[in-house]
Structure formats: C-alpha cells, structure tokens
C-alpha cells in the first residue's frame, strides 16, 4: 500500500533546494532538507541532490540568487531530474520564473504536502478539506498552471484539481471554492451532532509531530487496525475509538500529524478535523524521542495546537521510541548504541525535557515498553475528569486495587 505511488510509475527524481537565512544556522537547514527527502519520497518520488545558498533575503524573482540557479540548471542538463522541491513556498511569480529558466516542473513544500494529502485522503470528508485546500493554492498561481500543464502533465504536485480542470477560469475555480466550503460547513454539523451524541465519555486525542508512532500507539491502546507505516502524513482521516482500561471507558482519536510549515490552507481546511483535538479533554503529545530534532518539533506542535485554540488543554508528554534513543554526553556527542542499552526509566525521567513537561512517561510503541505506565497515568487522569464531570457515577471507577 505505502510502495504504491513508487511501483505504479516510474519514480520521479528530485532536486532539493534550501536557503539559510541569516538568523539560521547550515546544520539546521541541512537537517530541513532531510525532512523534505522524507516528503518527496512520501509523495513517490526520488532525491537524487540537494542545493543549499547562503542569503541575505530571498530573491523576489526566482528566490535563490541567479548563479545558483545556473548552477541548478547545469546540473540539469547533465542529469535525468524531473522536479525541483524548494523548501519555502514560492510566489507565483517566483514560480513562473523558475519554472522557464530550469526547464522542469518547479514545485514548493506547500504544494508538495498538498499532494500528499491528497493521496492519503480517503474520505469524502478529507477528500473535500484537501481540494479546498488544493483549489485556495491554484487560484492565484493559474496562469502558471496552464503553461506547465502543456508542457507535462502528470505526476507530483499536478495530482488533483490541477489536471482536470486546465480549461477553467478564476470564476469557475472561486465558485467551486464556495460550493467547497458550503460542503464542509454541512459535513461540519453533521459531525458537530456526531460528537455530541458520542454521550458522556471523557475524550482524548494523540498529538504530535507527523511520523512520531500516533497511529502505532492507538492501534496498541484501542486494538484497532489503523493503518501506519513510516512515512509523513500515513494518518489524514481521523479515526475514533473507545478504550477501556480496567473498567473505565473514553474514547480516543487520532488526527494527522502537524509539521514544520504546515501550509495555512492546510490548517484552515482541516480546523473542523481538528474539533477533534480541541473538543479533546486530554491530550496525549506524542515525541518521537529518538529524533535529533525532537525539541523543534514538540515547539512546532505546541505553536500549532495554539493557532487553533487547543493551546491549554490539559496534556500528556508521551516520549515514543525508547529503543531507538541515542542520548548525548555532556560534551554533546552522541553515546554508543552499547551505553544506550542501559538507559534506565529512571534516568529517562531525570531529563529536562521531562521535568519541563510533567506529566511524563516514557514507552516505545513499536516494542510495547512500558506502556502499562502509561495506561496507569491515562487511567488517572480521565477517571480524575469523569469524577468531577458525573461525581455519582462510582460504579465506573472502583478501588484499582480491586480490579485485575
């Protein structure tokens, strides 16, 4: 299912490009370009070499200055490349130039996340957030469009709207955006009645970064069959389920993962998606603890959660990936995977990052370590909610002692 979009064409090969600007450092822009590999090779396509150029602002015509993108376009010609990935989003002007002056489809990070969504959407509900999103990206970047769309049709980031509707104009486009909106708004009240239905059960829902194990974990919590493998964005649709641990039922969702500029049209499309989140009463913040990156992306996750008003929910840090956690020495190298082994939980709960985030538990998903601490804090925290909520409703949350 994941090989799909590899197997069913030819693999695209990709030219990634980043700048660093100067409050940023190279290492991190390094480690951004990474993450967009990741990406291209989610979307079915292939990295093949990256270009990184140090600016003081961004060119307004064609972003990176116009010796490196000589550059890029000798590398062109000697090299079979059929996109260029920029790790910003481009104007359209900044497009339409690059797009002649390279010879080759040019896409930027918004419109190459957009085209993953729009692979992993399967509902008629996500399907619908993800054109939106789709068609608020094309309208202003139109008239490129249709000069690309001549020129080749086909592959990552024409996957969509873009194919089917060259012949249409702006009015088209604008009126299917309302029709769009109109759309959700109904779908919205119909789930807005779904969730109040739901009755009296505490609800919480997974967090975190885009590949940190949410979906892994809830098919452990909720002996669900949700779909999960190790790529960007394997989660779009959510997903419910009802979890009882000892006698106390809630109900848990999982939601698509935030990321590094995740585009504004994104956000904005998938809020009601994100009712989920923010009609949540606990949320599980899930880390990937083995990533070097791990501290960013639990700031990105916590900005993200503010922007749609779930910034003071009360919270869960669960540090994922135990097993594969390299901590640093004091002298900030990375320790032997021998001296790793010997991790203790203790020694886990000593960090910082722990201390800074309470409540905290530590676990791998994948490995099924310790995660009976975490159904025993999870266990706490909702029966501490449903007691204040339905205070004469004991018979849901006897002594632990007495349950096996």
């Known amino acids: 299912m994941g090989n799909y979009y590899v197997t069913a064409r030819t693999a695209e090969r990709a030219i990634l490009v980043g700048v660093v600007l100067p409050w940023q450092e190279e290492e991190a822009v390094e480690d951004y370009l990474e993450e967009l590999a990741f990406l291209v090779e989610t979307a079915g396509a292939r990295a093949v070499k990256k270009f990184i150029q140090r600016m003081e602002a961004p060119n307004p015509r064609t972003f990176i200055g116009q010796g490196k993108v000589n550059e890029i376009r000798a590398y ?97 486009i604008r009126n299917r955006i309302a029709n769009l909106k109109e759309e959700l708004k109904r779908i919205d009240r119909q789930m807005a009645t779904q969730r109040k239905n739901r009755g009296r059960l505490v609800r919480v829902s997974l967090v975190g970064y885009t590949n940190v194990g949410k979906s892994t974990l809830m098919n452990l919590l909720a002996k669900a069959d949700v779909f999960a493998e190790n790529k960007l964005f394997a989660t779009v649709d959510p997903t419910v389920r009802k979890v009882v641990i000892k006698n106390l039922p809630f109900l848990l969702s999982d939601t698509v993962g935030f990321i590094r500029k995740l585009p504004h049209s994104l956000v904005e499309s998938f809020k009601s998606t994100l ?35 779930a910034g003071d929910k009360k919270m869960i840090m669960v540090f994922n990936k135990i097993d594969a956690y390299k901590p640093e020495d004091p002298a900030g190298n990375v320790a032997s995977p021998a001296k790793t082994e010997g991790n203790s939980m203790e020694n886990l709960q000593k960090m910082w990052i722990a201390r800074e985030n309470a409540p905290a538990v530590f676990i791998s998903a994948l490995k099924k370590q310790n995660i009976e601490t975490l159904k025993e804090l999870l266990y706490s925290e909702v029966k501490e909610i449903h007691r204040k909520r339905y205070p004469y409703d004991n018979f849901l949350y006897p002594d632990p002692d007495s349950v096996e």
């Open 76 to 172: 062109i010609d000697l090299h079979q490349v059929d996109l260029v990935v920029f790790d910003d989003e481009l104007s359209p002007t900044q497009l339409r130039n690059l797009d002649r002056e390279l010879g080759r489809k040019v896409l930027d990070r918004t419109n190459l996340i957009l085209d993953i969504f729009a692979q992993r959407a399967h509902t008629a509900y996500a399907k619908a957030q993800v054109e939106l999103a789709q068609y608020e990206y094309l309208l202003p970047r139109l008239a490129r469009m249709w000069t690309h769309l001549e020129r080749q049709r086909g592959g990552i980031g024409l996957r969509g709207p873009g194919e089917k509707e060259i012949e249409t104009d702006r009015r088209a």
């Open 275 to 309: 009712d989920e989140v923010r009609e949540s009463d606990i949320l599980l913040h899930i880390v990937d603890l083995s990533h070097p990156g791990y501290e960013e992306q639990i700031a990105i996750v916590q900005e993200t959660l503010r922007e749609i008003q």
